[in-house]
Nanobody
């Protein structure tokens, strides 16, 4: 079992920045990749960024490339999503997810697919006003 706790959401004006954190606990040694997703009510969940926990590979959705940066702190089992140049269309609930105790190769093939991940956090709201 793995538990995920997100933090760092909030409200900012367009052009501003936020940093989301996702702290993992439990059976984290079996993790392969961690990702961030976002979702608006009535919309499908969208993959935002993913990082391979045993390497340096990162993946980003086209909509956030150049603005968002994903990093990890393995010592503290935490990943960070630095979001700069925020736009109103970035408004959503952001979820952290982790793939653990499952084959790792799926992370590189489908890093931004929700089905890659088997544990999810509770979500944190990000609101960007124009």
């Amino acid at each position: 079992q793995v538990q995920l706790v997100e933090s760092g959401g909030g409200s900012v004006q367009a052009g501003g920045s936020l940093r989301l954190s996702c702290a993992a606990s439990g059976s984290t040694d079996s993790s392969n990749c961690m990702g961030w997703f976002r979702q608006l009510p009535g919309n499908e969940r969208e993959g935002v960024a993913s990082i391979y926990t045993r390497g340096r590979s990162t993946y980003y959705a086209d909509s956030v490339k150049g603005r968002f940066t994903l990093s990890r702190d393995n010592a503290n089992n935490t990943v960070y999503l630095q979001m700069n140049g925020l736009k109103p269309e970035d408004t959503a609930v952001y979820y952290c997810a982790i793939r653990a105790s499952l084959p790792a190769w799926y992370c590189n093939l489908y890093p931004l697919h929700g089905t890659t991940y088997n544990y999810w956090g509770q979500g944190t709201q990000v609101t960007v006003s124009s």
